[in-house]
């Protein structure tokens, strides 16, 4: 058999996404949000400095790890790309500093109305409203931010139901009635205090952030709501709002955005051809999934990374690629 041959009939022995891996090599998009060590992280965003890591090197010894803003057209293995969305303060206290150190590139999607702000992201204190230590009152009466209703919160089943229909309530709520309603769930729990761990990004931090060689950012909206939700003009001021603050504190064209949540159902046809009018060059959804050469460049996938060790990352990675 020829060298040829040979090669043939081992690419026909492998399963079909390996042999398509080796002939379309993918690009595989990781999702990060914070990296921090927190007590309680029920929601999962976090990822420990130690995790994070590991988890870099394993990318750093295996993988060609591209920029976002990057061709992609001419990759000839299998490849990964580093994201972060939202604009926490740990990307710059504890996320930055790891990449420096191991010299690998990352995009930082910046919801842009955070930036300065005290407060914690709106999802951020939801669940700390609800899944908080400590009692809360056994009913909840709701009239405020376009929200009427009573929910039962007297046990941890009941309140579980009343955050997670109240947070579905609030992804597609513009920002001044979402502003209501968390003003009234503060009331209503007597849990008034931002926890300092969530802050977003200071000024100072973000322009830190972005002087980093490592570093890209990218806009994800002012108030980081759920786009298809919104009207469309709605959505362009969000959308382009954000890139605007972001390019005059930077003083830098800022040419690719990621959608908040950015699940297909999270935006629309509006939206791809709004970011497309804007002309921005990418952009990142976060539905599971590969960009392969031919890919719409306007939706990204991308794979929500947790806080894995080094094996498990390693596992899940295996996963990934050949899905």
């Not at 299998?78 to 590139?105: H, K, Q």
């Not at 830190?208 to 001021?237: D, F, N, W, Y």
């Not at 709004?274 to 996938?301: E, H, L, N, V």
């Not at 991308?302 to 050949?322: E, S």
Request: a positive charge.
């Amino acid at each position: 058999m020829t060298r040829m041959g040979s090669r043939l009939a081992k690419l026909a022995r492998m399963p079909w996404v390996s042999l398509r891996n080796k002939l379309e090599p993918p690009v595989l998009v990781l999702a990060y949000h914070r990296v921090a060590e927190l007590s309680d992280d029920s929601i999962g965003m976090a990822v420990t400095p130690e995790n994070f890591r590991n988890q870099l090197i394993h990318l750093r010894e295996n993988f060609p790890i591209l920029r976002f803003e990057a061709d992609w057209d001419p990759v000839s293995r299998p490849s990964v790309v580093i994201t972060f969305d939202d604009g926490y303060a740990d990307n710059r206290a504890s996320a930055l500093p790891i990449l420096e150190e191991l010299r690998l590139p990352a995009a930082f999607f910046i919801s842009s109305g955070w930036i300065g702000s005290d407060q914690e992201f709106w999802w951020d204190e939801l669940e700390r409203i609800f899944q908080g230590r400590g009692a809360l009152p056994e009913t909840l009466s709701l009239d405020a931010g376009g929200i009427r209703g009573e929910w039962n919160t007297s046990g941890p089943e009941t309140r579980a139901r009343a955050y997670r229909e109240l947070h579905l309530r609030a992804k597609g709520m513009a920002p001044e009635p979402r502003s209501a309603l968390l003003a009234a769930l503060r009331g209503w729990s007597g849990r008034g205090q931002a926890r300092p761990s969530h802050r977003s990004l200071r000024l100072d931090e973000l322009k830190a952030l972005a002087s980093s060689p490592c570093v890209t950012i990218g806009a994800h909206t002012v108030s980081h709501p759920m786009l298809s939700g919104r009207p469309k003009a709605e959505q362009e001021r969000e959308i382009l709002a954000s890139r605007k603050d972001l390019e005059t504190w930077l003083e830098r064209p800022v040419d690719i955005f990621s959608f908040p949540f950015g699940a297909k159902r999270d935006y629309n046809a509006e939206t791809l051809d709004i970011c497309r009018t804007a002309g921005f060059r990418k952009s990142a959804a976060a539905y599971a999934g590969q960009w392969r050469k031919g890919s719409d460049p306007m939706q990204i996938p991308r794979v929500f990374i947790h806080n894995w060790t080094k094996d498990q990352f390693a596992r899940k990675l295996t996963l990934f690629f050949n899905t």
